[in-house]
């Protein structure tokens, strides 16, 4: 066994339970999708207003995690995730107590301060306690954490909500995150303090259009995905009647099948060229969105496009970090920073847009937004290609 194989080996409990923290956060986030009707039952509120949790959530985040790295940036990592976890807990806790609307929102807002501290640390952490040849499965592992969320945790929340009740589905995750915070400090050792980098460093990248462009994509595509699946409930309601277990079975279409196009998108990637493949996946999500408009009332038809919109939607994220890493790679971890921002942008953005869909045409309007939105998202990576490289400003 070779001296990086050995150390590959020694890193995989942290590795692993970084991956497990970012599972529960990703359930966290993705789950209310599937739990809004019973959520706005249980506190007397519609699901549109129970979706602006989601929005708030995500701005906290958005914000909170440059922040983190630029007020924060000598505190060992190891703390700062743990922390990041147990504010996360609270957060989650207060949520799964609420006994009105404005409690949930409010914990849900705190826990959003929690996920900004760990995800960018996760992941920067991943590829610090990987030597170089084995960085790229460090980064898969950990990054597996928010796929099986999506893919497990999302569907699987949604079960035990339709079983249990709403607030033991949060009481699970609440469990989870509070038995993470005493594992990270015991698994994970050696990740090094970054070094610092000033504001004007970390703003440079937003100066590229051939940056911003993907970063565009990215928050695009992240909302016209979400618009439909935070409204999942309300969309696929002709076809599955109300029922939670239904739903959850789209929901596990969906993640299982994503997982699939998450795997074939590297190397599709690598052999076409991240232009080819994210016009394809972007084009394809477009496409299934309105076909899912369509074939709404027919579950098995809806089985079929959940699967199908899961290989397209879990296949666009690869080929524009692999853009974002390709314009200037001497600068890719700069330019990754902010894909975290934009994405999370994208999820705020998505409730709003989906409660205006809601609202002008009933649920066969969401995915069709969807797919409006996801469009745009396609434009603009194109755009990004006529872009040139700013001139470099002489003394």
Partial sequence: MT????????????LLVLALALF???TNAFVIAGLLPRVATGLGATPTQVSWSITTYSLVVAVAAPAVSILLPRVPR?????????????????????????????????????????????????ASLARSGKRGQALAIVGAGFTLATAVGSPLGTALGGLAGWRFALWCIVALAAVLVVAIPLLVHGVPVPPAVSLGRRLAPLADLRIVAPLATTL??????????????????????????????????????GVAGNAVAGPLTDRFGSRAVATFALAAQAVTLVVLAATEASFVASVVVFALWGV??????????????????ENAALALSWYSTAMYVGIAIAPPIGTLALAAGGPVAVPLAGAVVTVAALAAFLLGYLARAPRAVTA
């Fill in 3 to 14: 001296s990086v194989e050995q150390s590959y080996r020694r890193t995989l409990p942290a």
């Fill in 24 to 26: 529960v956060v990703g």
């Fill in 78 to 126: 190891a703390g700062l995730m743990a922390a990041g976890l147990g504010v996360f807990a609270l957060g989650t806790a207060v949520s799964a107590l609420a006994p009105n609307l404005t409690v949930f929102i409010a914990g849900r807002t705190f826990s959003g301060l929690g996920g900004a501290a760990l995800v960018p640390t996760a992941t920067a952490a991943a």
């Fill in 220 to 257: 695009l595509m992240i909302a016209g995905f979400n618009i439909v699946y935070i409204f999942s409930a309300a969309v696929t309601h002709a076809s599955t009647g109300g029922s939670g277990t239904l739903l959850a079975v789209l929901l596990l279409a969906y993640g299982v099948a």
């Fill in 312 to 329: 397209a939607a879990f296949a666009i994220a690869i080929p524009v970090q692999h853009r974002l890493v390709h314009v200037e790679p």
